[in-house]
């Protein structure tokens, strides 16, 4: 109505101007004769009264398009405060965290939603106003390496930070952000927006552990051996060195299954697994086939003395007794050795002929390892 009030008072005037105007136009013009207070009507000029409708009809277009364009801004003034309102109440409310901070290593928050105090655990905003950004980083000297990204890059996104909270509890943050630039092209302040993703990500590894490793044993599966043995012949490549495949397989295992039952079998997997991985060292992989066939990696060996070293550790271990359902068992292990270079390149050479050796093995009494040799395949 403000806007409005001083265009209407306006309008009003020329309003009684033009119906004067037009009155005189048709009318004619009121004369005094000299001498008397007599009024004399003198008729218009046609040119004239042509010209002043003209130009009325011009101001009538001028006033109507002025109430348009105040119409107009009003309209725009109106959806902006909405739109700002509307922002507002969307940062209020949202559990993403959005900010504003200051430039440099440590950076101070010049704004911030509400989500932002809880995600870290902070009751209050005050603690945020007092704190340095670089306090909220699980590695402060992080905070130098984001800073230098944005002031190189002018923004970041879907940057994954190590972050933490009041009390100590570390989290995933992912990070959005873009460098705010005065005038002179200095950047004086972050915008971003910031999610907890800690169990998103917790997820994700989950699923990848679930299509890497065997579900009943936790072990390495095959496509996770494939993808560790590949990178263990390239490096051997290079350097000049030596890889053990050992394809191990348990003897008489279908027995244990037909007298004792699935489960049991299971269970007898499952002590395996652990004794085998208490064997080796960290570089190693022990990798569960299917059924009862598990596949060793031994990256970086010496000599073939090593690998007949792990072998004839892996025999003992496994020939150790076991105790399932109150019940004591008795069960050993064949397995064939294949050795990188001279037994294959390749990762599907290697698992073939180790497999080979262990059935040289099964062959020879079981209970034993087996180099491969070619005359076996």
């Known amino acids: 109505m403000k806007n409005k009030r001083p265009l209407n008072i306006i309008l009003i005037g020329i309003g009684l101007a033009v119906a004067y105007w037009i009155l005189e136009s048709l009318l004619g013009t009121f004369v005094f004769k000299t001498g008397s207070f007599t009024k004399e009507l003198i008729p218009a000029d046609p040119y004239l009264i042509w010209t002043r409708l003209i130009v009325i009809g011009l101001i009538i277009i001028f006033g109507i398009y002025a109430q348009y364009i105040v119409n107009k801004q009003k309209q725009t003034e109106e959806a902006l405060r909405e739109s700002e309102e509307e922002y507002r109440t969307l940062a209020e409310n949202i559990n993403v965290g959005v900010y504003r901070n200051t430039v440099g290593t440590k950076g101070k928050f010049i704004?911030?939603?509400?989500?932002?105090?809880?995600?870290?655990?902070?009751?209050?905003?005050e603690d945020f106003y007092n704190m340095n950004?670089?306090?909220?980083?699980?590695?402060?000297?992080?905070?130098k390496t984001f800073n230098a990204k944005m002031l190189r890059d002018?923004?970041?996104?879907?940057?994954?930070?190590?972050?933490?909270?009041?009390?100590?509890?570390?989290?995933?943050?992912?990070?959005?952000?873009?460098?705010?630039?005065?005038?002179?092209?200095?950047?004086?302040?972050?915008?971003?927006?910031?999610?907890?993703?800690?169990?998103?990500?917790?997820?994700?590894?989950?699923?990848?552990?679930?299509?890497?490793?065997?579900r009943l044993t936790g072990l390495p599966n095959r496509e996770l051996l494939s993808d560790r043995l590949s990178v263990a012949i390239a490096y051997a490549e290079r350097y000049s060195q030596k890889i053990a495949v050992m394809m191990l397989d348990l003897d008489?295992?279908?027995?244990?299954?037909?007298?004792?039952?699935?489960?049991?079998?299971?269970?007898?997997?499952?002590i395996i697994s652990e004794r085998l991985t208490k064997i080796l060292r960290?570089?190693?992989?022990?990798?569960?086939?299917?059924?009862?066939?598990?596949?060793?990696?031994?990256?970086?060996?010496?000599?073939?003395?090593?690998?007949?070293?792990?072998?004839?550790?892996?025999?003992?271990?496994?020939?150790?007794p076991y105790e399932i359902e109150d019940r004591k068992l008795h069960i050993t292990i064949s397995i064939g050795i294949a050795i990188y270079p001279?037994?294959?390149?390749?990762?599907?050479?290697?698992?073939?002929?180790?497999?080979?050796?262990?059935?040289?093995?099964?062959?020879?009494?079981?209970?034993?390892?087996?180099?491969?040799?070619?005359?076996?395949?």
Not at 133 to 143: G, K, Q, S, T
Not at 252 to 270: C, I, P, Q, R, T
Not at 352 to 362: F, L, T, V
């Open 252 to 270: 008489y295992f279908k027995e244990v299954n037909d007298s004792m039952g699935h489960g049991a079998g299971d269970m007898l997997l499952k």
């Open 342 to 377: 001279k037994d294959g390149q390749d990762i599907e050479m290697l698992i073939r002929n180790a497999d080979y050796a262990m059935y040289s093995a099964k062959n020879k009494g079981r209970n034993n390892y087996q180099l491969y040799t070619p005359t076996r395949s």
């Open 133 to 143: 950004v670089a306090d909220l980083y699980l590695h402060p000297e992080d905070r």
């Open 111 to 125: 704004e911030f939603n509400p989500a932002m105090v809880r995600m870290f655990g902070y009751k209050n905003k």
């Open 154 to 214: 002018g923004f970041v996104s879907n940057e994954e930070l190590q972050l933490k909270k009041k009390d100590g509890t570390p989290f995933v943050g992912s990070v959005s952000a873009v460098a705010v630039k005065d005038e002179n092209g200095d950047v004086k302040h972050y915008d971003g927006i910031i999610e907890d993703i800690t169990e998103r990500k917790r997820m994700e590894e989950q699923l990848i552990h679930m299509a890497t490793h065997d």
């Open 282 to 320: 960290k570089s190693d992989t022990i990798a569960r086939m299917g059924g009862d066939e598990f596949i060793l990696l031994l990256p970086e060996i010496i000599s073939i003395a090593n690998a007949t070293t792990i072998a004839n550790k892996v025999l003992k271990a496994i020939g150790e």
